[in-house]
């Protein structure tokens, strides 16, 4: 059950893309039963005056992580395709702050905070805590996670509401090792 929030708190999820979910180019295995606990969260962050943040992979057509170029992916979220698209189970408010990352086509950003101006806009608003979920734990979930450690949040990871690609088996559990490594609050379902 989500805790509940206030304003001094970000609600941060990560990269819930059509992509990343069932029958996307880079399916996340078993990513969709993520979106109800993700709703729940949202609702608490509503609730509570809490920010909100949606990040987005948002990648050109020849971006250099797609296996064409030698990148280790399949070509995935490429901007204003469907693929790119929020899953339409994710239930985001109007007020959501919407980050696209990994936007230049020479350089993978896997943290919601590169590039996206994110801790200047949660030190603006006064956020202490960040609570982190979404896709993909392994990837961006746990860049964001150590990101948002090293620019001193108390950080707290959803972990039903996130799941891994695991392209090799053992990183999400390796994943989330180095995340309470890094101080993070592993929150259990
Ligand atoms: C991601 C692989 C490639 C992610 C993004 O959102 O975790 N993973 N691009
Ligand atoms: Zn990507």
């Given at each position: 059950m989500p805790t509940t929030l206030s304003p001094s708190d970000a609600l941060i999820v990560v990269d819930v893309q059509n992509d990343f979910c069932?029958?996307?180019?880079l399916a996340v295995p078993?990513?969709?039963?993520?979106l109800p606990e993700l709703n729940r969260w949202i609702e608490s962050a509503e609730r509570g005056g809490a920010v909100i943040v949606a990040s987005r992979d948002w990648h050109p057509p020849?971006?250099?992580?797609f296996r064409e170029r030698g990148?280790?992916?399949?070509?995935?979220?490429?901007?204003?395709t469907e693929g790119a698209a929020?899953?339409?189970?994710l239930r985001l408010p109007p007020g959501a702050v919407v980050l696209s990352k990994g936007t230049d086509p020479e350089r993978e950003t896997y943290s919601a905070f590169d590039g996206t101006g994110l801790t200047e806009r949660l030190h603006a608003a006064g956020v202490r805590r960040v609570w982190v979920g979404g896709l993909a734990l392994d990837y961006c979930v746990k860049a964001t996670v150590l990101d948002a450690r090293r620019e001193e949040f108390e950080t707290h990871l959803i972990e039903p509401a996130t799941r891994p690609v695991e392209a090799k088996a053992g990183d999400g559990d390796r994943a989330l090792e180095a995340m309470r490594i890094a101080g993070a609050i592993i929150e259990h379902p």
């Open positions: 069932a029958g996307g180019a078993e990513a969709n039963p993520i020849d971006h250099m992580s990148g280790p992916w399949p070509p995935h979220c490429i901007q204003d929020f899953h339409s189970g």
